[in-house]
């Protein structure tokens, strides 16, 4: 019998860390290949209609950059909470309710026209995504739950309270029955870029806007250092004179109010309306996206791009070869997979422990493993 | 240096040398240990002693050099290796689960299947025959340092070895506990065991051993007799040159200075079961004046400190006041903005974050006090200017270090204590509050900090030390009060203190604090 045990290095590469990405991009690009072949496709011309021909042409990229600006968004400020060891896994209901609080101007007051209707939106979808992310924080710090478990779980609620809303109180009059609201009015939708060249929106300049802001405020403001503080060494940051409790609130009340940006963001955007699916998952893929890049915001907006390719590969080849486009779900999969099995493997070894040895031979060894390494 | 007369040593380590990195933390060193003999190995903080003693003990792999056991070359693998040949170990940081009985803790070290209560009865018979009194069956969270001391001693002795290693074991101890651990050490001599004593307490060090190996920076400078060498000799061989005498002016008129912080009737609860209560602790640190406070090591100090500090909030408003004003609702940022300064005991962790750069740990204590210096407009980090305060900061406490501005991590504990103590004094605080200010500090910079402390005092500020080293609060402290079981007794000018009365109520034994057992009992 033989049993696998994960042994801490005693140093860690930084060279291999900044590399985990790419390794982690290779590896993706490994297995994929051989899905491919398993599925009976040729992997090569596979690869060429996921990867290549999605970004080939101008009106591609804009659509790279519809697909790409909610993952940057919502990334960016999930960093913030990993950074500070703060666990909101529940993007995609924040997602969901700043564009079900931002939607409420355009659906309820539809006649309320101007300049002002745009602004007053995405502040509404900021104030939606962050009073949603507020729940998990308020019950982090006043009864000790696991904010892993209470966000997620309020993603099925927001996913169910969209559904009723569109399919009840907010469902169109004139629209034969369909589960949807009624169409944003012209002042009630976020204007193009370029219209000439492709559909691409405001949102990804609000994408890029946040991650330079959290960029400046993680590395160059003292909001960011007490983060920083609190995530690595929080009795240092109790030292320090920085309140746990108000960064679990910090951090979810950004974060939530970006998810809520990108929900409004993508709705007065690129649908145009609110119906019972307004997300591909981005709030979850953000995850990976936050990882991918290193919990760095620029590092994040690299990370957007490639997981937004992802989204119009499985699209394509879905077109162009018949495969499911859940393809895309299992490209994301791998990536995180590969880049948190390639940080594993940065900061930890594995061994082989038999299980016939004595007790403390095996203790021994252990005990011994470490040094080895050093001695080297 | 002695030479061996039976013709074999026990243990003779030749060109043992230990890398780490660009460090050489151990470089060619020879020693030799004979039988029934107590050899100290004596030398600063990041001499090397420990990697030397972790080499022998089988935790470390040398790069080269070579052990001899009874004349035979050993490779010592791993501590399983040591234990076989004869070799015990008793750390400075007890390795006892705290719910947990003393004999199951032992059992759970031999690993060799006998009953719990066999093994209860061996260390019965084995702790009283050393005059080590100990009962088997009492939990660990109940017991005092002393007694969880013995503990780690009794599993050591179980294993019979031929050398016992104890690293700084009298640090944790009152002077009564260490006298009962020289008597037994004394009888293990005489049983023909050798034991490899490693302390930086030179005058123990004259009293109990035989010999002694200094180590300075890794290389082996001297062997001699310390019996025949003075405290001053010994100390110039561990530091390369005289270490610095503290030096404390006498204070005049302290009755009628302001108080600066005034704890009165600080009550806490304990936070958990395994920790101390304070009861009802009174104390007055006048303008001017330096205030120690003994007590053996998990009498309520950390728990004291937390309240002082801030990091903990009373609820009596009044329990703790700094110049004047009532401090016991405010965070420690409010306390810190009334003049205090706090260092804590935990260096990594506590005083600084490990992965943090120096000058970023300069921030967290100083964020709120410096804020206009250290930031800026929208709370932007002024990095040039916590870099400069951190250079002469570096610059004042002569902080050693690899590179400009490294990670706090990379520093050696003195060093970073240094730097530590160094980011609060150069605030000029009126209340200084410093929780084992000199823990694992090497002596030079332990002196250095000393005076630092006492100067500050003297320029004005009310200072209070909290430590477990007697010699260093008689050093610096204008009076002395001891905490026991979360008590706190009066504080007793230094004329007056000495290390036996001192030494007396840190084992509990002041009238005052029977009465009010009886009271609370």
Redesign the interface.
Known sequence: MMRLELVKRPQRSALFSALSPFMAFVLTIIAGAIMFALLGVNPLTAFRIYFIEPVSQVWQLHELAIKAAPLILIAVGLSVCYKANIWNIGAEGQFIFGAIFGSAIPVLFPQFEGPLVLPLMLLLGMVGGAAYAAIPALLKTRFGTNEILTSLMLVYVAQLFLDWLVRGPWRDPQGHGFPQTIQFGDSAVLPELMPDAGRANWGFVFALIAAVLIWILMS????G?EV??LG??P???????F?LNRMVFFAFLLSGALAGLAGISEVSGAIGQLQPVISPGYGFTAIIVAFLGRLNPLGIVAAGLVLALTYLGGEAVQSALGISDKVARVFQGMLLFFVLGCDTLIHYRIRLIGLALT???A???L??AP??K??R | MSANQDGTNLLEVRGLTKIFGTLTACDHIDLDIARGEIHALLGENGAGKSTLVKMLFGSLEPNSGEIFWNGQAVRITSPGVAKKLGIGMVFQHFSLFEALTAAENIALSLDDGSPISSIAAKARALSYSYGLPLDPESMVGDLSVGERQRIEIIRCLLQTPQLIILDEPTSVLTPQEADKLFETLERLRSEGKSILYISHRLEEVKRICDRATVLRHGKVVGHCNPREETAASLARMMVGNEVQAVVRAPVEGIETAQPLLEIRGLTRKPATPFSIPLRNISLNVRAGEVIGIAGVAGNGQGEFFESVSGEVLQQDAASVRIRGKDAGGLTITGRRLLGAAFVPEERLGHGAAPRMKLSENLLLSRHATDGKAFVGTGGMVKSGAIYAASQRIIAAMDVRKSAPDPEAAALSGGNLQKFIVGRELDRRPSVMVVNQPTWGVDAGAAAHIRQALIELSRSGSAVLVISQDLDELFEISDAIAVMHNGELSKAMPIAEATFEKVGLLMGGAEPGHAEHTLETA
Do not use: H, Q, Y
């Open positions: 160059r403001m003292l909001k250092f920083r503080v690595s060494s009795r240092a940051g109790r030292f320090a004179g309140g007790k403390p031979e203790a021994a060894k005990e011994a040094k080895l050093e001695a």
